[in-house]
């Protein structure tokens, strides 16, 4: 009877979903969520030309905070830099088996005394407009470079020169040339930037903690 019931209670769980993703809490203030957000054709051509952590593919960044007693994301998304809360952050992208295609990043011991100089960095650019543009010092956030900026006196992660080129064609994918036209500006095509895929890679953070399946490079 007793094995009867445990083998019900393992039945309830499988048929529910449960998965130990579900119970992750062991968040700090800081931690780095990396996200495979497949919300429009924009990520997908961030994605194509920017490979992260393990090769997955990664287009957006967020970081932990604690704000009123609760778990929040600080991001740059459009159309401002905001808080989200952890869950309506999580679900934004979900793999196959309903789970959040995130990886989480904690900074190395040696690095985590920047932190609170980096939340209250970011905290005070909450409600500054979106960088729909890309483009450094401007006074405008794209979510790569609010984080990028939060961290840049303690050197943790480091400014690349930017590509919109096709691997395959070696010319710019049509995404980006639409995209640029329609903001009436030129593509900054080898200007010095910085994406969440390359600063997922960065030796400066560990990667603790995957809650889903995220898809991978082809390139």
């Known amino acids: 009877m007793k094995n009867k019931f445990w083998s019900l209670i393992f039945i309830f769980f499988l048929s529910c979903g449960y998965n130990d993703n579900e119970k992750f809490s062991d968040y700090v203030e800081g931690d780095i969520l990396f996200q495979d957000l497949d919300s429009s054709p924009l990520c997908d051509a961030i994605e194509l030309v920017t490979s992260g952590y393990n090769n997955f593919n990664i287009s957006h960044i967020g970081v932990i905070v604690k704000e009123d007693n609760e778990i929040k994301v600080l991001e740059a998304i459009p159309n401002s830099v905001k808080y989200t809360n952890i869950d309506s952050f999580l ?12 990886i989480l990043g904690r900074l190395k011991n040696p690095y985590k ?107």
Request: proline share 5%; aromatic share 10%.
């Open 91 to 102: 679900k934004r992208s979900l793999d196959s088996n309903k789970q959040p295609k995130v």
């Open 113 to 219: 005394k920047h932190i609170p100089q980096a939340i209250n960095f970011m905290k005070n650019k909450i409600g500054d407009k979106y960088d729909n543009a890309f483009l450094l010092n401007n006074n405008k956030y794209y979510c790569s470079e609010l984080i990028y900026e939060a961290f840049e006196e303690s050197n943790i992660f480091e400014l690349k020169p930017m590509t919109f080129l096709d691997p395959n064609t070696n010319d710019t994918l049509e995404t980006w040339k639409n995209y640029y036209k329609n903001l009436q500006t030129e593509i900054p095509e080898g200007k010095l930037g910085i994406n969440p895929g390359i600063m997922s890679k960065s030796n400066k953070i560990d990667i603790i903690h995957q809650f889903g399946v995220l898809s991978k490079s082809k390139n």
